[in-house]
């Protein structure tokens, strides 16, 4: 991309030279006022002929683009003699533009109409004058229509198509917005760029910000002109109202309103396609993270400017946040439908689940009294088919958030590129597994490959069976560790304690680990869980703990517990397993791992759920000497797994909790989230606890005095309601399970705190 115009300093035009300019090469005799501009130097000129704008452009834009310009400018005036542009006045011999010398160099000079207009207000517009702006660039790019021109095509910095190459520009900014920015970045490269390959293109403005907008001086709600044209560019079509669009929601609390009106109004005017209309909240976030990347990469270049340059990157900066916020798939619905455009056709609820019980069958359940109909996903946002948005407190399997434009890029990169299974050298498998393993102990080196988390436990428990010559495990009292033959009978959560096999005994769950002494009370329990196991002829081979003990009620774990419970496992010969299907990758802050709590190191630990941040993956990792073992006595194969698509969407996972700090940001946020609902439970006596570590939360509910044993459900449902996705847990289940993406920020806390708030009053829980 050429950075010459942007990086070239404007002219230095003395008055006197401007008022020269305007006489010798366009006949125009008056006097010149300096005006602000970006890149050139700008007079108004006022004579007896009326008055005028002069442009002496900037050194680096070539004569022939700014001809183009007027060209342009006089294309669209042919076309619509009411279309609200500057009328350009030719030179003396009557060329659409003219030169000047200023220090040996030639800069191209042009002369416009001055339109008779006020700049709008600071701050939002209303409505009407919103609408006027949209109606206005319309208009504009009905008139430019089939202007053509081969320098429309030229690289230039303000297109927005050309975002990915401002990339490089990251680095200028401030470190506490450059998370967001690069995750529009990558979502550009993801989503909207193939996206723009489906619309139509045209000659556009390509820059109707408020700078070059003008108000009628007797009706401020209506556009006097749009001027400026040096960033007229062959584009998408639908970039010229985004634009638009964007910068009319600087200020608004909720970004939908200025785009509806800004968009319907151009729609009326000059219609939309429904892939236009659901692109423009994508090009209007493209819009503000470009002006971001440019604005503070040019105040570095002119601190003398620096006042003009960065007059917008506040209000860019909160206006992608607040879009990034409410989710660009959610607005696009909304957007559509205020266009009237129907969704896309969608069957009934009754027909939906109708369909899912014929073909899926009666053993999948469905979370909520009134099931969640998902069309996407964004962030930690669902929409819903009838358009309505979600707020994912639940679902930890998008562990960086559903859609990831970086882990989506990936997958779709790899699967064009190959894929393939692990008997074939792919160094790329290799590479990730090796990333894995350095985010663990040392002597956990090697990784075999799965595909799920019920996977990982199954061959957990046949390496600790081949490695040991034993049988017994021990698990926690209301554990889930599966799905598989094996893992299930180690999920009483799910078969009940009276479906234990023989080979399976229990320690203390909740009881325990919500106790005082619960790193002493366990070393008793693992000892008679063993000895029931060898009672029944079963010598143990594996202890095994969720490290954040989901399905026990959720907790943190307790000072010294694995500690003292894997000394008494080892010292009878059996493995230690620590399943963080669950609770790895950062969920429970900087710990980044659920044993890491307790300076433990297990002899192997289970990988899954959040690994592929929704490709299915898993992994087991245990020490050398254990795998050599484990393969003298077992073979180990998996078509699917460890796939060179696995392995690049696990390898953008970890750059992505890496690159945004999410480890870190679950910790702050969860400490947060904690103490919003501490806040709540001074309202309401009935919640009892507030616990976990992390990002993984759980607030226990008294059921017992309130006579609710459907507590759980009850608040689970009355939070689907109010938007909010949570889940419940527990051997009665009356503890709220909170685990949303990561990405989860302050303010989606203070959403999930306010909710419960309401639900609980609501349901008459005090």
């Not at 089939?146 to 470190?175: C, M, N, Q, S, Y």
């Not at 954040?548 to 894997?566: H, K, N």
Request: negative net charge; glycine residues 8%; hydrophobic residues 45%.
């Amino acid at each position: 991309m050429s950075d010459n115009v942007l990086e070239a300093r404007p002219p230095e035009v003395p008055v006197a030279l401007a008022v020269d300019i305007a006489r010798s090469v366009f006949d125009v005799d008056g006097d010149a006022t300096p005006l602000d501009g970006e890149r050139d130097r700008n007079f108004r000129i006022d004579g007896a002929e009326g008055s005028f704008v002069l442009k002496v452009g900037n050194p680096a834009d070539p004569a022939d683009v700014v001809e183009m310009q007027v060209l342009a400018m006089e294309h669209a005036i042919r076309a619509d003699p009411t279309v609200p542009i500057p009328r350009p006045r030719r030179t003396i011999d009557r060329r659409p533009t003219g030169a000047v010398d200023i220090g040996g160099v030639d800069h191209a000079v042009q002369l416009v109409s001055l339109v008779d207009g006020t700049a709008f207000p600071p701050g939002p517009l209303p409505p009407t004058a919103r609408r006027a702006i949209g109606a206005a660039v319309a208009h504009i790019d009905l008139a430019l229509a089939g202007f053509i021109h081969p320098l429309a095509h030229r690289k230039i910095a303000w297109d927005v198509t050309r975002l990915p190459e401002l990339r490089p520009r990251l680095d200028h900014i401030p470190a506490e917005h450059r998370t967001l920015v690069e995750r529009w970045l990558d979502r550009f490269d993801a989503v909207i760029a193939p996206a723009l390959e489906l619309v139509g293109a045209s000659t556009i403005h390509g820059d109707v910000n408020p700078d070059n907008l003008l108000a009628d001086r007797d009706d401020p709600d209506r556009v006097a002109g749009v001027v400026d044209f040096g960033d007229l560019v062959h584009a998408r079509s639908v970039i010229d109202p985004a634009i638009a669009a964007a910068y009319q929601a600087f200020g608004a609390d909720d970004p939908l309103d200025p785009l509806v009106d800004v968009i319907t109004a151009y729609h009326a005017v000059r219609p939309l396609t429904r892939a236009e209309v659901l692109l423009v909240p994508e090009l209007a976030a493209a819009r503000m993270t470009q002006s971001v990347l440019i604005s503070a990469w040019r105040a570095e270049l002119h601190p003398d400017n620096i006042t003009y340059v960065l007059a917008d990157q506040v209000d860019c900066f909160a206006t992608l946040a607040r879009i990034d916020d409410r989710g660009p798939a959610t607005l696009a619905s909304e957007l559509a439908a205020a266009c009237g455009m129907s969704r896309r056709g969608t069957s009934s609820l009754d027909a939906s689940l109708s369909l899912r019980r014929a073909r899926l069958g009666p053993a999948l359940s469905l979370s909520y009294d009134k099931p969640v109909r998902l069309e996407s996903g964004t962030g930690v946002w669902l929409t819903d088919v009838d358009g309505n948005r979600l707020l994912d407190a639940y679902n930890n399997v998008p562990q960086v958030g559903h859609a990831h434009p970086r882990v989506t890029t990936a997958l779709a990169a790899q699967a064009r590129r190959l894929t393939t299974n692990t008997r074939y050298l792919v160094d790329e498998v290799a590479v990730y597994a090796d990333r894995l393993a350095a985010l663990l102990p040392e002597e956990l080196s090697v990784v075999m490959f799965v595909n799920s988390g019920s996977e990982a436990n199954d061959v957990a428990i046949q390496i600790a069976r081949a490695v040991t010559g034993n049988r017994g495990v021990a698990i926690t009292e209301h554990a889930y560790h599966g799905t598989t033959a094996a893992t299930a009978a180690l999920s009483p959560e799910e078969l009940g304690p009276d479906a234990l096999e023989p080979w399976v005994a229990r320690i203390g769950g909740a009881a325990t680990l919500g106790s005082a002494d619960a790193a002493g009370r366990v070393v008793g329990e693992v000892d008679g869980a063993f000895g029931r196991l060898r009672g029944r002829g079963h010598d143990p081979a594996l202890l095994v703990f969720d490290d954040v003990f989901a399905s026990d009620g959720i907790f943190a774990v307790p000072p010294g517990y694995l500690r003292a419970a894997y000394e008494r496992a080892r010292a009878v010969g059996a493995l230690c397993l620590a399943d963080e299907v669950q609770a790895g990758f950062g969920r429970v802050g900087e710990a980044f791992w659920g044993f890491a709590q307790d300076g433990v190191r297990p002899d192997i630990v289970t990988l899954g759920k959040p690994m592929g941040n929704g490709h299915p993956m898993g992994a087991v990792v245990t020490t050398p000497e254990i795998a050599v073992q484990f393969a003298e006595r077992w073979h180990f194969f998996s078509t699917f797994a460890g796939s060179p698509v696995a392995a690049a969407v696990g390898t953008a996972v970890l750059d992505v909790i890496e690159r945004e700090r999410l480890a870190e940001q679950a910790e702050r946020v969860g400490a947060y989230l904690r103490a919003r609902l501490e806040e709540v439970a001074v309202s309401h006596s009935v919640i009892t606890n507030v616990r976990g570590p992390g990002l993984f939360i759980g607030v226990e509910l008294d059921h017992e005095s309130t006579g609710r044993s459907d507590i759980g459900k009850a608040v689970t449902n009355g939070l689907r309601r109010r938007g909010v996705l949570v889940g419940a847990t527990g051997p009665r289940g009356n503890v709220i399970k909170i685990r949303p993406p990561l990405v989860f920020s302050e303010r989606h806390a203070d959403r999930v705190a306010a909710e419960l708030d309401a639900t609980l009053a609501a349901e008459q829980l005090r």
